[in-house]
C-alpha cells in the first residue's frame, strides 16, 4: 500500500514548508519533494504489485502525529469514564498518534501487571501507540516507593503520582535518588496539600463572587521549587505536568539557567482561559490545578513562546455527567481535551497572533518526543508515517455528543473553532478520517 499526498503545507517538525509532495510506502516515508511525478510513482508501484491512494491536499497543513504525556485513559477500573478504546478513538480524532496514560487507576499502575494490562488492551485498538506512567508510590498513597526498576523492566515512561502531590520531601529526595540511576524521568504534580485545602478554584476575584473556597498559587509553586532542588541534588530529570501559576514559571526559568534538568508542559485549557472565563457555577470549569487568573495566563502564554515551557499536553480528564453536572463544588476535578486540543489552540493562540503555529506544533511533536526519548515527532524520508492532516480553514462550533471520549466534560462546548483534523495515519495506515475527505 502507497499513499501520496499532493501540495501540502508541511511542518516536518522543525519548520514549515509551503508545498509539498510526501510518499508513504508500507509504514515509512520515502520521498518528500517540491512536485514528485505521479507517473514515475505508479509506474514503480505498479511493479510491485501495490495499491495506491492518492490524496490533494491544497490548502491543507500536514504535521507529525500529535504526542501527548498526560492522557487519564481510567481503565482499569474506571470504565465507565473512559476506556483504553473510547481514548485511543478520541486521540486519533484529535490527530494525536502517541499518548502517556496516567497511573491513577483502579488498581493503581504500581505493579508490572498493570503496566503489562495495558500495553495488552492497548494494543487492540486503532493503532494510536500508548506508553504507561508508572506510580512513584504504592497505590499513590505517598508512604512507600513502587519497585521502579520492574516497573521500567514492564515499559513505563516515567514515574508519576498525577493527581496528587508526594507531601513527604524525604520521600521524593528518594524516588528522585532511584529514578537517576534507572535514568526515568519523574513527572511531577505540584500540589502541596496543606495550602490547596480542598479549595475549589484558583484563590482570587471569581471564587470570591462565587463564594467558593479557594486553591493559592502558593500550593503549587511551593512544591515547584521543593521539587526543583531535590532534583539538583539528585542530577534526576524532573518534569512538571499541567503549570497554572505565573510563580511556578518564574522558578522554572532560574533552574534551567543553572542548567537543572528540568522541563514543563502547560495544557491548552490554562492557556487559554483565566477565571474570568468561568461564566456558571458547573462543574466543568474545574480542574486541579484551577484555571487561574489572567496575569497568570499571559505568563504562561509568554513561557511557552520563550521556551521556558517546553510542551503541550492535553491532561485529557474524563468523567461522567453526574461527576460533573452538580455544581463546582460537588464536582470532580478535570477536563476532556484530546479531540479539542489543536483547533483550541490554533484558533485562540495562534489566529489572534499570540503565539507562531511553528511553536504550537513543535511543542505537541518533536519536542515531547524529544523530551521523553520518543522515536517520533518529525516527518523526513525514512521516518515512520504517524502523521495528522489539518483543516486550518474548517470552521466547527464544539459539541459534545460528537466526542469519541465517553468524557462529555469539556469547557470547550459551543466554542466556534478553526483548524481541525481530517486525517490521522499511524504508520501508514490512516485510523481516522473525516467523513468528507
Ligand atoms: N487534572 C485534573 O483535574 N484531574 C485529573 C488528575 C490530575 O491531572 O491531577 C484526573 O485524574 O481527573
Ligand atoms: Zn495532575
Ligand atoms: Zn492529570
Avoid at 514515475?40 to 490548502?59: C, F, P, T
Avoid at 511553536?359 to 526519548?373: D, G, H, M, Q
Wanted: hydrophobic share 40%; net charge negative; charged share 25%.
Amino acid at each position: 500500500m502507497a499513499v501520496l499526498i499532493k501540495n501540502v503545507q508541511l511542518f516536518d517538525g522543525r519548520q514549515l514548508h509551503k508545498s509539498k509532495d510526501i510518499l508513504i510506502e508500507n509504514e515509512k516515508i520515502v520521498a518528500i519533494e517540491d512536485k514528485i511525478d505521479e507517473r514515475l510513482v505508479e509506474n514503480a508501484i505498479e511493479d510491485n504489485y501495490q495499491d495506491i491512494v492518492k490524496i490533494n491536499a491544497a490548502g491543507k497543513l500536514l504535521t507529525p502525529g500529535f504526542i501527548d504525556m498526560h492522557v487519564h485513559l481510567r481503565e482499569p477500573g474506571f470504565e465507565y469514564k473512559e476506556t483504553i478504546e473510547t481514548g485511543s478513538k478520541a486521540a486519533a480524532k484529535g490527530g494525536f498518534t502517541t499518548i502517556a496514560c496516567m497511573p491513577n487507576t483502579k488498581p493503581v499502575t504500581d505493579s508490572k501487571e498493570i503496566v503489562e494490562y495495558i500495553y495488552e488492551k492497548a494494543n487492540v485498538n486503532n493503532g494510536v501507540k500508548v506508553y504507561p506512567i508508572g506510580a512513584i508510590t504504592i497505590g499513590e498513597k505517598g508512604q512507600e516507593l513502587t519497585n521502579f526498576q520492574e516497573l521500567k523492566d514492564a515499559g513505563i515512561i516515567a514515574l508519576s503520582d498525577d493527581g496528587r502531590g508526594v507531601q513527604n520531601a524525604k520521600l521524593m529526595q528518594e524516588a528522585f535518588n532511584n529514578a537517576k540511576s534507572l535514568e526515568i524521568p519523574i513527572i511531577i504534580h505540584a500540589e502541596d496539600d496543606s495550602l490547596a485545602a480542598s479549595g475549589h478554584l484558583h484563590d482570587g476575584q471569581k471564587a470570591k463572587e462565587l463564594n467558593i473556597k479557594g486553591i493559592p498559587s502558593t500550593s503549587e509553586s511551593i512544591m515547584v521549587a521543593r521539587d526543583i532542588l531535590l532534583a539538583e541534588s539528585a542530577k534526576a530529570h524532573v518534569h512538571f505536568a499541567h503549570l497554572s501559576a505565573k510563580e511556578s514559571v518564574d522558578w522554572i526559568e532560574v533552574a534551567k539557567a543553572k542548567g537543572i534538568h528540568v522541563t514543563c508542559e502547560v495544557t491548552p485549557q490554562h492557556l487559554v482561559m483565566c477565571d474570568e472565563d468561568i461564566l456558571e457555577d458547573h462543574g466543568n470549569y474545574k480542574v486541579n490545578p484551577p484555571i487561574r487568573s489572567n496575569e497568570d495566563q499571559n505568563a504562561l502564554i509568554d513561557a511557552l513562546n520563550k521556551g521556558v515551557i517546553d510542551i503541550i499536553a492535553t491532561d485529557h480528564a474524563p468523567h461522567s455527567d453526574d461527576e460533573k453536572n452538580s455544581g463546582i463544588e460537588k464536582s470532580y476535578f478535570g477536563m476532556t481535551g484530546l479531540e479539542t486540543a489543536f483547533a483550541v489552540l490554533y484558533t485562540k493562540l495562534v489566529l489572534t497572533g499570540k503565539i507562531s503555529l511553528e511553536r504550537v506544533l513543535e511543542s505537541l511533536t518533536s519536542k515531547p518526543a524529544e523530551i521523553f526519548n520518543i522515536n517520533r515527532g518529525h516527518i523526513f524520508v525514512g521516518s515512520v508515517a504517524d502523521m495528522v492532516l489539518i483543516d486550518l480553514n474548517d470552521k466547527k462550533v464544539v459539541e459534545v455528543d460528537k466526542f469519541e471520549s465517553k468524557g462529555k466534560n469539556s469547557p470547550f462546548i459551543n466554542w466556534d473553532l478553526h483548524g481541525w483534523p481530517v486525517l490521522t495515519m499511524v504508520a501508514g495506515k490512516v485510523i481516522y478520517k473525516d467523513e468528507r475527505v
